[in-house]
């Protein structure tokens, strides 16, 4: 009984760790496809960026660098809470090829 209680514990944590990576892809994507697809949210992202560069602690440039990357995840995480579903964001994929006419 202790066995399935304990394997039931591993195959729980395994499965939220691999939904949190899923998540984190997801937003992380759909973050760069709006910056490719929509001007605005590129500029006023750059904009944000070359802020807070400015102001962040660069000792070294492997600290910087991973810094950096924690930056862009969370602004992804926090662009996710606020921007379109997956789905809009297919939305303008769908959109964006139409309008191109590719």
Known sequence: MIG???FACILLVW???RHRHIVQR???ANYIIMLLLDEDVYRKNQQSFREWLREADGSDQ???WLASNTAIENAARNWASKA???LGVGQMV???KHDAKI
């Open 4 to 6: 399935w209680v304990l």
């Open 15 to 17: 499965w939220r760790s």
């Open 26 to 28: 997801m937003n992380l």
């Open 62 to 64: 492997a600290r910087l």
């Open 84 to 86: 379109p579903t997956p």
């Open 94 to 96: 769908w959109e964006a």
